[in-house]
């Protein structure tokens, strides 16, 4: 029997991102507290940019994508919400959210020992910003996805797997 394999990925899937953009930005347009509001978000790249008048707008904004994103499925442990509001032209407040992609090399050698210590006849083995894990049996393959799922809060990452062969 051939040996099958996945690669664990960190990924957000920008489409369901986009999604929950929109319709937060609905409920924004509707809100009774918005309402006369220069709010807006933005998405740039990999960058959520969150603006308004002051700081409950911006925190306001950030719990209603929050919301969204949780109803379309998003890990918010895609994003980074720890930065710090600060001042924008205009008179505005402004708040970025980073949105993560890709494994870095350390956490990808956490992952690593993390499915050695699982001690299922698996390999694995980090390729870029990614673990490839391979082995003969697909039953295991299905318990290291259950346990890695289980452990992304732990890990601090928001999990993906593709490639699944």
Sequence with gaps: ???SSFDVVSEPDLQLINNALNTARKEIATRYDFRGSAASVELNDLDLLFKAEDDYKVGAMVDIFKQKA?????DLAFFDFGQKTEDALGGTIKQNVKIKKGIDREKAKEINQYIKDLKLKVNSQIQGESVRVSGK???DLQKVIQ???GASGSLGLALTFTNYR
């Design 1 to 3: 029997m051939a040996d």
């Design 70 to 74: 949780i109803k379309q499925g998003v």
């Design 137 to 139: 049996n697909k039953d």
């Design 147 to 149: 346990a890695l799922r």
